[in-house]
């Protein structure tokens, strides 16, 4: 049936391009084009083509133009069951021919959805350019193709404010966290697990004069009460290291199996246990532990930000195509008015039209470069935080070896 339609309207043949754009591959669920833009155009202007390709029985002169491209918008999904985002990236497709001796013109568009057949035809029962009684000769007919183009470029350039607003507050959600932790206090309760490991890794007499085992165990509570998932078992493994340290070094005896347990038991006493989570009182401690920073911090949020990036990565790529087409469609019309073959009568009584169509054309590409470079900015602050999150996401070393 699309075969026979378009023989018909002898709808020209480079528009497949746009029409397979909107499968798939066979078998697998898979687009067969990414987001790619065309547009083609032919012109049958030529002494000989009004005798070529003239079929007066469905009052056809030969002569006329034919374009056709595709471009891609965002607009509100359907259904938001499942998704991330309540938007969906779409294409349209277009084709159109113009007759310029009797201005009769023929319009194909492809689109999963009614959203632009009905803005067409509000357009055509409204009052202006796109009024019947206009389209009866070639200049109205001409002015009407201009006024439903934009149409088409006016749904391409909306919404993507709202798209990026949606994307910029989802990654404020994670990075405002991660800008607002308390890394200050991480730092210092680290600055007191070195110097106690410095006092550990002292002098051979020192160490053994001391009691190690008192050290050991100290540095080990205070370790062991951080709950922290990036650093618990990097400061386990650390503790037993020192104690295989020791134990290479001066033998079980220096770990405590001393024959002098009243040393060790003084000594002990000089060193005061870790501050209990539970106050003398018997109230519970509500001081966050600074820590608890990075349990908020998962893979997932790190791949969220990925996944964030690459749909404004996306959004610019569609932008940026989009833009080029509306671009392409503006010169072809103009190199069309000042053709010297073009009629005269169709020359000067579209001037005033095809100027409305290049102004409002280039406010929507002026529109998308703003946003093009919103995106520029937006992915700067995502790239600095994913850097961020996978700073705190890091072991944290200790400044004196182990080992």
Known sequence: MLSFAFTFHQVMAQFLDVVLHFGTFPGL??????????????????????????????????MEI?????????????????????????????YHSLDVSNGKATWVHIK???????????AYRSPGFLEADNLQTPQGS?????????????????????????????????????KNAPIHKVEKMLVDVNSNINDIMGSPAQQLSNAPTAHIGTISSRLTSWKSPTSATFMSKSST????????????????????????????????????????????????????IFDEFKYKDLQHLHYISSKLHEADMIMKLDADILLAVVEYFKNFVNDSRT?????????????????????????????????????????????????????????????
Request: glycine share 4%; aromatic share 8%.
């Open 29 to 62: 669920n898979v687009p067969t084009s990414f987001h790619h833009c065309v547009f083609r155009h032919e012109r049958f202007f030529a002494p000989n083509d009004a005798s070529r390709f003239c079929i007066p029985q469905l009052g056809r002169s030969g």
């Open 66 to 94: 034919k374009h056709c491209y595709n471009l891609w918008a965002v607009e509100k999904s359907d259904s938001t069951h499942g998704k991330r985002a309540p938007w969906e990236i779409r294409q349209a497709g277009l």
């Open 112 to 122: 999963a959805n009614k959203e632009l057949e009905n803005r067409i035809t509000e």
């Open 142 to 178: 001409f002015s009407a193709t201009l006024m439903t183009h934009l149409i088409v470029f006016e749904w391409c350039g909306e919404n993507w404010r709202q798209y990026l607003n949606h994307w910029e507050c989802e990654s404020e959600k994670i990075l405002t966290t991660i």
């Open 241 to 292: 290291l020192l104690q295989s340290s020791f134990v290479e070094k001066y033998g079980k005896r220096g770990l405590g199996e001393s024959s002098q347990p009243a040393a060790s038991k003084s000594t002990e006493q000089n060193f005061s246990p870790p501050q209990s989570p539970i106050t003398t009182n018997g109230q519970t401690n509500q001081e966050k532990d600074p820590f608890q």
């Open 343 to 403: 009629p005269l009568s169709l020359k000067s009584d579209s001037q005033e039209a095809l100027l409305r169509f290049v102004q409002r054309t280039d406010s929507i590409v002026r529109d998308f470069e703003a946003e093009r470079r919103r995106i520029s900015t937006l992915i700067t602050l995502l790239n600095d935080g994913k850097a961020l999150v996978s700073t705190h996401n890091r072991p944290i070393p200790l400044s004196h070896p182990l080992v």
